[in-house]
């Protein structure tokens, strides 16, 4: 794959980040911490519900190479996925008393991203994984531009309103417009790609949960402010990953090939980013979010820590997916989802806020453990 599709590739995958993280700064900034922290909370309810209802297409139809599914099989089943994240998120939704707009918000962006998750993988199939790139370059350019027009009239505190704006034009003036795929139903032809790839999909919707059960847990425990704190410092993670994530996925099919080099490049990044979060951390919190709470030396070595572990685990889970070997990571993280359950109420509930923080870096190192022993096992079994 030529260098710049992956770096296009990468780019999207950055300015998708930037742009939730732009919202984040924004909601902190220009309407209250409290907004930030409800921010927080949409996104943890949302977000393992969209990449459940994405079921992965971009990852899945992209190393279906061998052609396993036919494309109608994706079809059909996005076309049903589509109607149950609606149908469970306008139940969600009404059943919420404050912020109902915030939440709005949040659904509407990631419903966007379940339509376009298909097509996403289509692009990268086909060697064209710098249209994906493109597709957030262009949503993140569209939601600038109308945030400088709020900004200069001084109706800046209404920006979360043009973030789903931006995502639907996108989506529609440009993924639509690049994409053989299509809306289809027919039952017949869903039940042999889910019964097949559920074991897969579980699993990234387990990670994506598991990162919500802290918050789950801090909002009831404590408040919005906590939970947007908690949110503020897991950020730098979830940014991190990202391009990581999405450098794995525009080499997918070669990453078996590669592994030693592509571990090399991983930990050479893990270890600058690590570096510029310790020493740019407090800035970061003060002149971006306005947030002026101390956060520990302690607090941000064990955010250090489950970085490092968080971004190891997401390079096994790509060698797994690499192999389509999605029935052993469902199983290590269906365990792993119990004892982060475990872990952070019990941290929590005895250790007060910097539990949430001990029971992240237990819980990735021990996930982390599982997935290496399985697959050193299945290799010694291919051998």
Aim: aromatic content about 22%.
């Amino acid at each position: 794959m030529k260098l710049y599709k992956i770096i296009a590739h990468v780019g999207g995958s950055v300015a998708f980040a930037a742009m939730q993280w732009l919202i984040l700064v924004f909601l902190s900034k220009y309407v209250g911490i409290n907004e930030a922290g409800s921010f927080s909370y949409f996104l943890a309810f949302f977000t393992p519900l969209a990449i459940f209802c994405a079921f992965n297409f971009k990852s899945v139809y992209s190393a279906d190479l061998s052609e396993k599914y036919q494309l109608i099989e994706y079809e059909s089943l996005r076309t049903i996925l589509n109607l149950f994240y609606i149908s469970i998120s306008i139940i969600f939704l009404i059943s919420q008393n404050d912020y109902f707009l915030i939440g709005l918000m949040v659904f509407l962006v990631k419903l966007i991203e379940v339509n376009a998750d298909l097509i996403y993988g289509e692009w990268v199939r086909k060697g064209e994984s710098q249209l994906f790139g493109y597709s957030k370059l262009i949503k993140l350019t569209l939601f600038l531009i109308m945030f400088y027009f709020l900004y200069l009239y001084g109706y800046e505190k209404y920006s979360y309103f043009i973030y789903p704006l931006a995502f639907i034009f996108g989506y529609s003036f440009f993924d639509l417009r690049l994409t053989k795929i299509q809306y289809k139903f027919n039952w017949d032809k869903v039940r042999p790609i889910f019964i097949g790839v559920l074991p897969f999909v579980l699993t990234s919707f387990l990670i994506s949960f598991n990162t919500s059960i802290p918050r789950f847990y801090l909002n009831y425990f404590f408040d919005k402010r906590i939970v947007a704190e908690f949110m503020y410092l897991t950020y730098f993670t979830t940014i991190m990953l990202l391009p990581l994530t999405s450098l794995y996925q525009a080499i997918l099919p070669k990453i078996r090939k590669h592994t030693s080099k592509v571990f090399k490049i991983t930990i050479i990044y893990n270890l600058l980013f690590i570096t510029g979060f310790w020493f740019l951390c407090d800035f970061v919190l003060e002149e971006i979010y306005n947030y002026y709470g101390v956060i520990s030396n302690d607090i941000k070595i064990l955010i250090m820590m489950s970085m490092v572990m968080q971004t190891l685990v997401v390079f096994v889970n790509m060698l797994y997916v690499s192999s389509m070997k999605f029935k052993k990571i469902f199983k290590v993280t269906l365990m792993n989802t119990f004892i982060v359950a475990i872990l952070n109420f019990i941290f929590i509930k005895f250790f007060g806020y910097v539990g949430v923080y001990y029971a992240s870096v237990i819980s990735s190192f021990l996930l982390l453990v599982n997935l290496c022993v399985n697959y050193l096992k299945d290799k010694v079994n291919e051998v």
